[in-house]
C-alpha cells in the first residue's frame, strides 16, 4: 500500500525475517482509515512464520503506550530476542514487560436465593434499627431543647425553614398549578358527559386538599431539599467535619438533625396550605374556561364540598411527611462513607427510600381516617 504520509505508522518486511517499523506509533496516526487494519494483517502473516525475527524500531519517530501494548501483543507480550529500538522508546516496552500479564480477580462464587434473601433482610432490619435509635436520640435531642430552650439552635432553625420552606414556594406553586388544571379538565370531561357539572368542586376540593396537596409538596420536597440535606451530611463526612464536631464536643443529633427535623415539621404544613391553594387555582381556572363555572360559584362551594376534618387532615399530613422526609435525608447524610462515589449512592437511596416511606405513610392515613371528613 503506498505511504502517502512519513508519519503513518508502517511495518516494512525485508527478507523474509528482519521486520522494520517506522512512522509514528501514536493513537492519532493509529487510528486513521485502513492503518489498523493493513498494520493487523502484516502481524497475522508474521505470526505464521516459523523463523526468528527480527524487530528493528529504530526508524520509529514517536511512541505513545498504544503503539507499544499493540507491538507487545503481536510479540506474544514478551521481549523479542533480537530487537532494536531507540533509547528514547525503551522505557515503554520495559514497564510493559514489568507489569507482567494481567491478572483478573477471580470470579465471586454464586449466590444462592436464600442466602440472596437473608441478606435484604438482614441489611433491611439494620436500617430498621438504625432508623430506630436516630428517632430515640431526636427525642432526647427535643427533650435536652425544652429544658434549656436558651441553648437551642435557633439559628440553624431558621435557616433550615427559610431553604427547605421559602426557597420551594416557587417550584411547588408551578407544579400545583399544573396538576390542579389537568386535573380538572380530565374531570371536567367526564362529569359533562353525565351532567354532573357542579361536582367539580367536590372532586377538587377532596382530592387536592386531602391527598394530591400533602403528597405532592411532600414529593417534591423530598426530592429537593431531601436530596440537598443528605448531600450537606455526606460532604461534611468527605470533609471531615463531622468528625471536627465531635472532637470540639458539638453533637451531631442537637446541631444537624434537630433543626432540620423541626424546620421540616414547621415548613411542611405552611407548604401544603401554598400547594393548595395554588392547585385548587389551577383547577378553578380550567373549571372557568372547561365547564363556565365561575369562581365565585367555586369558592362559594368549596366549603360546602370540603369538610373541615379534610382540611386538618391534609395539614396532618404534611407535618408528617416532613418529619418523615427529614429523619430519611439525615440517616444516610450520616451513613455516607468518606468517598464520593458513596456521596452519590446515599444521596439516591435518601430520595428514593424518602418519597417510598411518604407513600406507605399516606396509604396508612387513608386507612386509618377513611370515616373521617364525609
Same mark, same amino acid.
Given at each position: 500500500?503506498?505511504?502517502?504520509?512519513?508519519?503513518?505508522?508502517?511495518?516494512?518486511?525485508?527478507?523474509?525475517?528482519?521486520?522494520?517499523?517506522?512512522?509514528?506509533?501514536?493513537?492519532?496516526?493509529?487510528?486513521?482509515?485502513?492503518?489498523?487494519?493493513?498494520?493487523?494483517?502484516?502481524?497475522?502473516?508474521?505470526?505464521?512464520?516459523?523463523?526468528?525475527?527480527?524487530?528493528?524500531?529504530?526508524?520509529?519517530?514517536?511512541?505513545?503506550?498504544?503503539?507499544?501494548?499493540?507491538?507487545?501483543?503481536?510479540?506474544?507480550?514478551?521481549? %523479542?530476542? @533480537? &530487537?532494536?529500538?531507540? $533509547?528514547?522508546? /525503551?522505557?515503554? #516496552?520495559?514497564?510493559?514487560? +514489568?507489569? !507482567? %500479564?494481567? @491478572? &483478573?480477580?477471580?470470579? $465471586?462464587?454464586? /449466590?444462592?436465593? #436464600?442466602?440472596?434473601?437473608? +441478606?435484604? !433482610?438482614?441489611?433491611? &432490619?439494620?436500617?430498621?434499627?438504625?432508623?430506630?435509635?436516630?428517632?430515640?436520640?431526636?427525642?432526647?435531642?427535643?427533650?435536652r431543647m425544652l429544658q434549656v430552650p436558651q441553648r437551642?439552635?435557633?439559628?440553624?432553625?431558621?435557616?433550615?425553614?427559610?431553604?427547605?420552606?421559602?426557597?420551594?414556594?416557587?417550584?411547588?406553586?408551578?407544579?400545583?398549578?399544573?396538576?390542579?388544571?389537568?386535573?380538572?379538565?380530565?374531570?371536567?370531561?367526564?362529569?359533562?358527559?353525565?351532567?354532573?357539572?357542579?361536582?367539580?368542586?367536590?372532586?377538587?376540593?377532596?382530592?387536592?386538599?386531602?391527598?394530591?396537596?400533602?403528597?405532592?409538596?411532600?414529593?417534591?420536597?423530598?426530592?429537593?431539599?431531601?436530596?440537598?440535606?443528605?448531600?450537606?451530611?455526606?460532604?461534611?463526612?468527605?470533609?471531615?467535619?463531622?468528625?471536627?464536631?465531635?472532637?470540639?464536643?458539638?453533637?451531631?443529633?442537637?446541631?444537624?438533625?434537630?433543626?432540620?427535623?423541626?424546620?421540616?415539621?414547621?415548613?411542611?404544613?405552611?407548604?401544603?396550605?401554598?400547594?393548595?391553594?395554588?392547585?385548587?387555582?389551577?383547577?378553578?381556572?380550567?373549571?372557568?374556561?372547561?365547564?363556565?363555572?365561575?369562581?365565585?360559584?367555586?369558592?362559594?362551594?368549596?366549603?360546602?364540598?370540603?369538610?373541615?376534618?379534610?382540611?386538618?387532615?391534609?395539614?396532618?399530613?404534611?407535618?408528617?411527611?416532613?418529619?418523615?422526609?427529614a429523619m430519611v435525608a439525615c440517616y444516610f447524610g450520616l451513613r455516607i462513607?468518606?468517598?464520593?462515589?458513596?456521596?452519590?449512592?446515599?444521596?439516591?437511596?435518601?430520595?428514593?427510600?424518602?418519597?417510598?416511606?411518604?407513600?406507605?405513610?399516606?396509604?396508612?392515613?387513608?386507612?386509618?381516617?377513611?370515616?373521617?371528613?364525609?
Amino acid at each position: 500500500m503506498p505511504n502517502p504520509d512519513s508519519s503513518t505508522p508502517v511495518l516494512d518486511i525485508t527478507d523474509g525475517s528482519l521486520v522494520a517499523a517506522r512512522g509514528n506509533w501514536q493513537v492519532h496516526a493509529l487510528t486513521r482509515p485502513g492503518v489498523i487494519q493493513a498494520i493487523q494483517a502484516k502481524l497475522k502473516g508474521l505470526s505464521r512464520q516459523s523463523a526468528a525475527l527480527r524487530w528493528d524500531l529504530s526508524q520509529v519517530g514517536t511512541l505513545d503506550h498504544i503503539g507499544a501494548q499493540l507491538l507487545w501483543n503481536a510479540w506474544g507480550k514478551q521481549r %523479542p530476542q @533480537q &530487537l532494536t529500538v531507540a $533509547p528514547q522508546h /525503551r522505557d515503554f #516496552f520495559q514497564r510493559l514487560a +514489568d507489569a !507482567g %500479564p494481567l @491478572q &483478573l480477580p477471580p470470579k $465471586p462464587p454464586r /449466590r444462592r436465593l #436464600f442466602n440472596a434473601i437473608y +441478606d435484604m !433482610g438482614s441489611g433491611t &432490619l439494620g436500617h430498621v434499627a438504625g432508623f430506630i435509635t436516630l428517632l430515640g436520640q431526636l427525642v432526647l435531642d427535643f427533650l435536652r431543647m425544652l429544658q434549656v430552650p436558651q441553648r437551642a439552635p435557633w439559628k440553624e432553625i431558621s435557616a433550615n425553614i427559610y431553604h427547605v420552606g421559602y426557597q420551594a414556594l416557587g417550584i411547588t406553586a408551578l407544579v400545583g398549578f399544573l396538576i390542579g388544571v389537568v386535573l380538572s379538565f380530565l374531570s371536567a370531561q367526564q362529569l359533562h358527559t353525565f351532567g354532573g357539572d357542579i361536582y367539580l368542586v367536590n372532586i377538587l376540593g377532596m382530592s387536592i386538599i386531602r391527598e394530591l396537596g400533602p403528597l405532592l409538596a411532600a414529593i417534591l420536597v423530598a426530592g429537593r431539599s431531601g436530596s440537598a440535606i443528605t448531600a450537606q451530611l455526606g460532604v461534611m463526612r468527605v470533609t471531615e467535619e463531622l468528625d471536627a464536631m465531635l472532637v470540639m464536643g458539638l453533637p451531631h443529633g442537637f446541631r444537624l438533625i434537630l433543626p432540620r427535623v423541626l424546620a421540616l415539621l414547621v415548613a411542611m404544613p405552611l407548604l401544603v396550605i401554598w400547594t393548595d391553594a395554588i392547585a385548587l387555582l389551577g383547577g378553578m381556572t380550567a373549571a372557568q374556561l372547561q365547564l363556565g363555572l365561575s369562581p365565585t360559584y367555586f369558592l362559594q362551594q368549596l366549603p360546602n364540598a370540603v369538610p373541615l376534618p379534610n382540611y386538618l387532615i391534609g395539614l396532618g399530613k404534611g407535618a408528617v411527611f416532613g418529619g418523615l422526609i427529614a429523619m430519611v435525608a439525615c440517616y444516610f447524610g450520616l451513613r455516607i462513607e468518606p468517598n464520593t462515589e458513596s456521596l452519590g449512592h446515599g444521596t439516591t437511596t435518601s430520595v428514593v427510600t424518602a418519597i417510598t416511606i411518604v407513600i406507605v405513610a399516606d396509604a396508612i392515613f387513608a386507612i386509618i381516617f377513611s370515616g373521617v371528613g364525609f
